[in-house]
């Protein structure tokens, strides 16, 4: 088991920046890529960046490539997702996901265990 818990979120106005972490307890040591995903209401989970959990290796959504960056601290096994430039159309839940398998990236499906999700609202 992998647990997962997301701080950072919050109300911010647009143009503005947020961090996000991602804190994974448990069975780190089986985690090959850890991902962010969003959900805006009445809309589908979406993609929003990944990184591989050794190699460091990293992708983004094309809405938010140059405006977010995703990094990690395999010491404090976090995860976080620094948001610069908001806009309102990044308003949504984000959440956290690890996966136990590699070449996870974008595809939600491959994500075994997600976080409880923390609430991003940025304001016009």
């Known amino acids: 088991q992998v647990q997962l818990v997301e701080s950072g979120g919050g109300l911010v106005q647009a143009g503005g920046s947020l961090r996000l972490s991602c804190k994974a307890s448990?069975?780190?040591?089986?985690?090959?890529?850890m991902g962010w995903f969003r959900q805006a209401p009445g809309k589908e989970r979406e993609f929003v960046a990944a990184?591989?959990?050794?190699?460091?290796?990293?992708y983004y959504v094309d809405s938010v490539k140059g405006r977010f960056t995703i990094s990690k601290d395999n010491a404090k096994n976090t995860v976080y997702l620094q948001m610069n430039s908001l806009k309102p159309e990044d308003t949504a839940v984000y959440y956290c996901?690890?996966?136990?398998?590699?070449?996870?990236?974008?595809?939600?499906?491959?994500?075994?265990?997600w976080g409880q999700g923390t609430q991003v609202t940025v304001s016009s």
């Open positions: 996901a690890a996966a136990l398998t590699n070449q996870a990236m974008g595809d939600p499906d491959r994500y075994n265990y």
């Open positions: 448990g069975r780190t040591g089986s985690i090959y890529d």
């Open positions: 990184i591989s959990w050794l190699g460091g290796r990293t």
